[in-house]
């Protein structure tokens, strides 16, 4: 099967920037999503990149995407304890006409004061 | 506040209850998804409607059993589960293909 990879913890001081990393694997995935989830909530779509894209950013939120080597990262400007959550990475399911998204195992970013 | 509604929040049931999850979004989505949450693991897809019809199960113990009434309403009927089914089971919607899943908060399920 096809796998996105994470990182699994990431610790920052609060005030800093978080860049969080996932390598993909399936090129031909169109979006390539960032989903956040706190503790005991659902996801929260983050912030979305179209694979013709190399950047977009959205208020503190920066994807990077670079198709050749298949990786995304998230950077966080200003990092804020209300960002301590569990960052998935996900692409869409490869499998052959299947709407459902592949994720990564989640980064847990941590914050410290 | 999330747009996906998923009731109950929280269910406990025993091995041989039949209990259900629903699941409504009134965003107009003709995409709606079933996954599955274990704790400290990413969410895993079990179902995939389209247009109100089953697209995709991942090979799904037929102890879950998905039903999409209509377009806004997504079930997911339970029966006979067994202790290794407690997690946090998430519904989703989408305009289809690649576009961005939207998600509810999930019900968490424990099985007795």
């Known amino acids: 099967g096809e796998d996105v990879e994470q990182s699994l913890f990431l610790s920052v001081r609060e005030g800093d920037s978080s860049v969080i990393n996932c390598t993909y694997t399936?090129?031909?995935?169109?979006?390539l999503y960032w989903y956040k989830q706190e503790p005991g909530a659902g996801l929260q779509l983050l912030t979305y990149i179209f694979s013709n894209m190399d950047m977009k950013q959205d208020q503190r939120l920066t994807v990077l995407l670079n198709k050749k080597d298949k990786h995304l990262s998230l950077r966080i400007a200003d990092t804020q304890t209300g960002d301590s959550a569990i960052y998935f990475c996900a692409e869409r399911d490869p499998g052959g006409g299947a709407d459902g998204l592949t994720f990564g195992k989640g980064t847990h970013l941590i914050i410290q004061p | 506040d999330t747009e996906v509604t998923q009731t109950p929040k929280h269910l406990v049931m025993g091995m041989t209850n039949k209990k259900s999850l629903k699941c409504e979004q009134h965003m107009g989505h003709r995409a709606m998804y079933w996954y599955k949450q274990k704790a400290k693991k990413p969410p895993e897809l079990m179902f995939v409607y389209s247009y109100e019809k089953l697209s995709i199960n991942e090979s799904v113990p037929s102890r879950f059993s998905p039903e999409c009434p209509n377009s806004s309403l997504l079930n997911l009927h339970l029966h006979a589960l067994q202790p290794e089914d407690s997690a946090l089971y998430l519904c989703?919607?989408?305009?289809?293909?690649?576009?961005?899943?939207?998600f509810g908060d999930g019900t968490r399920l424990s099985i007795l």
């Open positions: 399936d090129s031909s995935s169109t979006y």
């Open positions: 989703a919607s989408s305009l289809g293909g690649e576009v961005p899943q939207h």
